[in-house]
């Protein structure tokens, strides 16, 4: 079964750029995985940042962006802020109508 | 405005039964493919079922196939998650979701879950 990869964890400076990666334990991630990104902060619903790769969600500073990095899928920080600090979750399409969410990255910002 | 409300949660017994429901306004529900996702306490987000806009087809993580059964009522703008013979692993807050299909030569591809509810705990234990 194809699992998919996230770091646990990631520490940001305030205003640094941190980048967060999503792969897969069998193969590559490209742009036919749709992958998409959600921000999670504690007792809240998942807010999508990121899909298609690389298209915004309405409302999203352009401060996060997405893509391809080799073979996994990325989001980036730029200029982290200190409400930043959330889980952030990666989703892939693993084809007949399955999908996978990665185990989640705890980002802080100190 | 897109609104997802779940309901139906609570305390059920292992190898009970439990029916959650997730009302959705705001949209026009019979256009849109359905999800639930759910989260065990202190744990990441899972993906639980997919369902067609027209309930034609749905899709199952291994783990709850056979068990938990996916449904909608698009007369009623209501989705709904059947579970049965649940387990203590089962205990998660289930999160409606709203997922972008996309249609192409291949069928529908997933894209992403742009809407969610605000989830219902779902407590199984004795």
């Known amino acids: 079964q194809t699992v998919v990869t996230q770091e646990p964890s990631f520490s940001v400076s305030p205003g640094g750029t941190v980048t967060v990666t999503c792969g897969l334990s069998?193969?590559?991630?490209?742009?036919?995985?749709?992958p998409s990104w959600y921000q999670q902060t504690p007792g809240q619903a998942p807010r999508r940042l990121i899909h298609?790769?690389?298209t915004r969600s309405s409302g999203v500073p352009d401060r996060f962006s997405g893509s391809i990095l080799g073979n996994k899928a990325a989001l980036t920080i730029t200029g982290a802020q200190a409400d930043d600090e959330s889980d952030y979750y990666c989703v892939l399409y693993l084809g007949s109508g399955i999908v996978g969410f990665g185990g989640g990255t705890k980002l802080t910002v100190l | 405005e897109v609104q997802l409300v779940e309901s139906g949660g609570g305390l059920v017994q292992p190898g009970g039964s439990l029916r959650l429901s997730c009302g959705a306004s705001?949209?026009?529900?019979?256009?849109?493919?359905m999800s639930w996702v759910r989260q065990a306490p202190g744990r990441g987000l899972e993906w639980v079922a997919n369902?067609?806009?027209?309930?034609?087809?749905?899709y199952y993580v291994d783990s709850v196939k056979g068990r938990f059964t996916i449904s909608r009522d698009n007369a009623k703008n209501s989705l709904y998650l059947q579970m049965n013979s649940l387990r203590a692993e089962d205990t998660a807050v289930y999160y409606c979701?709203?997922?972008?299909?996309?249609?192409?030569?291949?069928?529908?591809?997933?894209?992403?879950?742009?809407?969610w509810g605000q989830g219902t705990l779902v407590t199984v234990s004795s």
């Open positions: 069998s193969g590559s991630v490209s742009t036919r995985n749709f």
């Open positions: 298609s790769t690389k």
């Open positions: 369902i067609k806009e027209d309930g034609s087809e749905k």
């Open positions: 979701a709203r997922a972008e299909f996309l249609s192409g030569y291949f069928g529908s591809v997933f894209e992403s879950f742009d809407y």
């Open positions: 705001g949209f026009t529900f019979s256009s849109h493919w």
